[in-house]
């Protein structure tokens, strides 16, 4: 495999950094969000171009919890009155969000006693929640956000929550423990985060079948070759004669990445950096994850070339590349090949899962 870089874009975060209301911290986005569209044509690598973009939405998110908290001390709120820490999950847990990403983040409250904790952070979650989607960050359609109660919890209900997910292996609490696998620590106490970590990785090792759980949620995805190795296209609505990016080529690459990592204990967030560890602890064939690594730095390169409106300022993509990009031949072969190699890793995966189930009592 590949050494991946991580060497950061430099870019100017002065109008972010100064906002002293969401309508600056909004206006510098747009700004920056151009500047980093016109860098697509540019030599930036696409991982240094999304690296560049989620460290754009990080110090947003600081930012905001700032100007939402100095808001609630304006109203009489005061400050928090325990430690906190805003965290995020999916491609902002991963380090791979788009400019047009939507919300999805939650709250790790201290346990620390305090008759008012529980109603301030409502509070602060509720308004972090409406301010991100003034920010143009769409609240999550799954409702995976701090305004949530099911993830803004003190420490020792997360804890609760995380063995209560992985006592049952059914399909919906493995699915809450993947997105949860996706955490990353954003603002606010780390050491809150650090813990939470600690205490997701136990579960693992104090339930030997969550990776084969995990496992079984991570084969299912939707059929993107036919029988004869043709790309195959949305046949109706519209986005009939396009191809579904993020679930068809991205989003079954994060998750065999995710369960080769949570079967090897591997706490890393980033599908990259989790193929980064995989490699240097040999705990995966070379083959398997040479095809894992080369088909998802074409998928980081297919997600940001979907089309792209612009609605009130701000970007948004459906995710899918149109009928006029699938007919440009190269594209098409590349993304053709790019997806033999998804085939290849879901096989390998596939034939794990059988192995493991052959072994159940």
């Not at 808001?71 to 928090?80: C, L």
């Not at 030997?208 to 790309?231: C, I, M, W, Y």
């Amino acid at each position: 495999m590949e050494p991946i870089s991580y060497t950061n874009y430099s870019c100017s975060y002065q109008g972010i950094d100064g906002a002293v209301s969401s309508q600056e911290l909004r206006q510098a986005r747009v700004i920056l969000q151009n500047e980093l569209q016109e860098l697509l044509s540019a030599s930036l690598s696409p991982i240094e171009w999304y690296q560049t973009v989620n460290e754009l939405h990080d110090r947003i998110a600081r930012k905001a919890v700032e100007l939402c908290i100095q808001g609630m001390v304006e109203e009489g709120f005061g400050q928090p009155p325990v430690p906190y820490a805003f965290i995020v999950f999916g491609s902002s847990g991963r380090e791979e969000a788009t400019l047009w990403s939507d919300q999805d983040n939650g709250m790790i409250i201290s346990d620390t006693s305090h008759e008012g904790k529980e109603e301030y952070f409502a509070q602060l979650g509720q308004r972090m929640t409406d301010m991100l989607e003034e920010l143009g960050y769409a609240k999550c359609e799954g409702k995976v956000m701090c305004s949530e109660p099911l993830w803004r919890k003190t420490l020792a209900s997360w804890k609760q929550q995380l063995a209560a997910w992985s006592s049952d292996l059914n399909w919906e609490p493995v699915r809450n423990l993947i997105i949860a696998s996706d955490m990353r620590f954003v603002a606010g106490e780390q050491s809150l985060a650090e813990e939470w970590i600690t205490s997701f990785y136990e579960q693992f090792r104090l339930i030997p079948e969550l990776s084969d759980a995990v496992l079984r949620n991570t084969v299912k995805h939707k059929a993107t070759l036919n029988v004869l190795g043709r790309v195959v296209t949305e046949r109706f609505g519209e986005h009939a004669g396009g191809f579904d990016v993020k679930y068809g080529l991205y989003i079954p690459l994060v998750n065999s990445a995710r369960y080769l990592a949570l079967q090897h204990g591997i706490k890393e967030s980033s599908t990259l950096k989790r193929m980064e560890r995989l490699t240097s602890l040999e705990a995966v064939p070379f083959t398997l994850l040479d095809a894992c690594q080369r088909a998802f730095f074409a998928a980081l390169k297919f997600r940001r070339s979907t089309p792209v409106v612009i609605q009130r300022e701000l970007q948004h993509s459906s995710g899918f590349l149109d009928e006029k990009q699938m007919k440009q031949k190269q594209l098409h072969y590349e993304l053709r090949d790019t997806l033999g190699l998804v085939r290849r890793v879901h096989r390998a995966l596939q034939r794990q899962l059988r192995f493991a189930e052959r072994r159940r009592p």
